[in-house]
């Protein structure tokens, strides 16, 4: 993709406040509060796709790798699709023995970390295995209209938080392509979890030149030893625009 291209892509984001700050806005900024999203000023269009993030029963409490309040999120991921024309889904998709699971390391446990030859590895207690009701998606889930669905971290030896680039940050699942093959030029997040596969999947989607609005209230995050506020400080960064679901018509 040419730099032009990049950078218009980029500024695409900052079409979405419709009507301009007033006065008493423009000063609460310069104090420092951020600009806040007015309510159902994002509208969702032809150039738009929703990407619901792995809403999948390990994540779910109850499941193998339980996310705090997970299940909270389905029927607003369920509203908020209703409203997207194109809606993308993801499944974490692992092979039995994951490189990323614990168990695949002898001595070590479910959430201490190791080096593999990609960088650091979370290591995670085994979940989402291919075919298992684990990795099924919640069965209150009902987006009927997606358009596709993107599986990940099934290579045996590499994980893959993002939806776009697995772990080495260079071998493609085949999203960038279909995203830009379909003209779609922003993407929004939901699902699980926002400081991983939520945020990855975010950062590189600004990497390929999209926008990106992380929608926060039907994210949840796992919060492994501050990784959550890690994650918003690399989106806010890196272009990863925060909004709710009040900010859409919805
Ligand atoms: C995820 C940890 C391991 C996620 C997936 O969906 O955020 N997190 N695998
Ligand atoms: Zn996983």
Redesign the pocket.
């Given at each position: 993709m040419s730099t032009n291209r990049r950078q218009f892509l980029s500024g695409a984001v900052g079409g979405i406040v419709t009507a301009g700050p007033t006065a008493g806005t423009r000063r609460a900024w310069a104090q420092g509060a951020s600009p806040k999203i007015q309510p159902g000023k994002v509208k969702p269009g032809g150039r738009d796709v929703l990407l619901v993030?792995?809403v999948q029963n390990d994540?779910i409490p109850g499941g193998a790798?339980p996310v705090k309040e997970g299940n909270l999120v389905v029927p607003l991921v369920n509203q908020i699709a209703a409203g997207f024309e194109h809606v993308i889904m993801t499944q974490?998709w692992h092979t039995p023995g994951h490189i990323?699971f614990a168990s695949a390391h002898p001595g070590k446990k479910p959430f201490e970390t190791t080096k593999l030859a990609y960088g650091t590895q979370?290591l995670?207690p085994d979940?989402?295995v291919q075919g298992t009701a684990g990795a099924d998606f919640h069965k209150d889930l009902k987006i009927p209209h997606a358009e596709l669905v993107i599986r990940k971290?099934y290579r045996k030896q590499m994980?893959s938080?993002s939806a776009f680039f697995e772990a080495d940050g260079k071998s493609t699942t085949g999203l960038s392509g279909y995203v830009r093959d379909r003209g779609f030029r922003r993407v929004f997040l939901v699902g699980?979890?926002t400081d991983?596969?939520?945020c990855w999947s975010a950062l590189d989607a600004r990497k390929v030149g999209l926008g990106a609005l992380v929608v926060e209230d039907p994210c949840r995050g796992?919060d492994a030893d501050g990784s959550l506020a890690k994650a918003w400080d690399q989106m806010t960064k890196a272009g990863v625009k925060r909004i709710r679901s009040a900010d859409l018509p919805v």
């Open positions: 993030v792995d994540f790798l974490d990323s979370v995670w979940h989402c971290g994980d938080y699980l979890a991983f596969c939520v796992i």
